[in-house]
């Protein structure tokens, strides 16, 4: 069952990805960055689907939110493999379309995220603890669609700045208040967690943790430092 779930969001991202320039054509400032139209659509759609799921899973099962380590429902399960099959899409899609000294830190991110999410996946524990991670998702709708203004050259657009605030708002939110909430989850609870698996989510937070740090400094450092530079010399 977890391999046909795998399969079948890899296979389902994979043609959502190929048919991505029919259903939303690229604008003219796109065409030469195609490949990166599609996978940032195709990213925008994982991010609202897990997001969304995330949240819907702890509100249709709240018993989840109380023991993050063995109580999940089928569906929360089902949805941990989506997007399991969605990084291991992108991390080929992007090893296929990019050189490796353009990409490397998501490759890093994304080889973090499949094995933590995959052991989870697999062991069928701590996907609880995972819906907690997808959360950071609802962060990442903004996000991908802040990069969308950027390709269709809308990035002094009255939604792109309001689009950028809401970005930055979530990702205090639901990126960095949620891997704060995290690490700490794993220090309190470091005696319920065998020591490999401990060791697996200590270093994947250690990772994690400061990648985004950096990610939200260049962010701010974009949208509202630039921005006001750009106003000054208007």
């Known amino acids: ?9 890899v296979a389902a991202f994979r043609l959502l ?3 991505l320039e029919r259903l939303v054509p690229p604008p003219w400032t796109a065409q030469r960055n195609r490949w990166k139209w599609r996978n940032i659509w195709t990213s925008f759609v994982h991010s609202l689907l897990s997001g969304a799921g995330a949240l819907l899973g702890f509100y249709l099962h709240p018993q989840m939110a ?14 941990l493999g989506v997007s399991v099959g969605y990084f291991l899409q992108d991390f080929i899609d992007m090893m296929c379309n990019q050189k490796f000294y353009q990409c490397w830190e998501l490759l890093f991110h ?3 995220v499949i094995v933590c999410f ?6 069928r524990r701590y996907v609880g603890f995972a819906m907690v991670a997808l959360l950071v998702e609802i962060n990442s709708v903004f996000l991908h669609l802040r990069t969308i203004l950027r390709l269709a050259g809308l990035s002094h657009t009255t939604y792109y700045r309001v689009t950028s605030l809401v970005n930055l708002g979530t990702y205090m939110v639901f990126r960095i208040s ?3 909430w995290m690490t700490r ?3 309190l609870n470091r005696d319920s967690i065998p020591p490999a698996t401990y060791v697996v989510s ?14 939200f400094f260049r962010l701010l450092r974009s949208d509202c430092l630039n921005s006001r530079q750009y106003d000054k010399e208007q």
């Open 1 to 9: 069952m977890e391999l046909l779930v795998l399969g079948g969001s």
């Open 17 to 19: 990805n190929a048919g």
């Open 66 to 79: 109380q023991d993050l380590i063995d109580t999940h429902s089928p569906a929360a399960h089902r949805l």
């Open 110 to 112: 994304h080889s973090v």
């Open 118 to 123: 995959g052991i989870a996946f697999v062991v």
């Open 178 to 180: 949620t891997l704060a």
């Open 185 to 187: 989850w794993l220090v």
């Open 202 to 215: 200590v270093v994947g937070m250690a990772i994690m943790t400061p990648m985004n740090i950096v990610l």
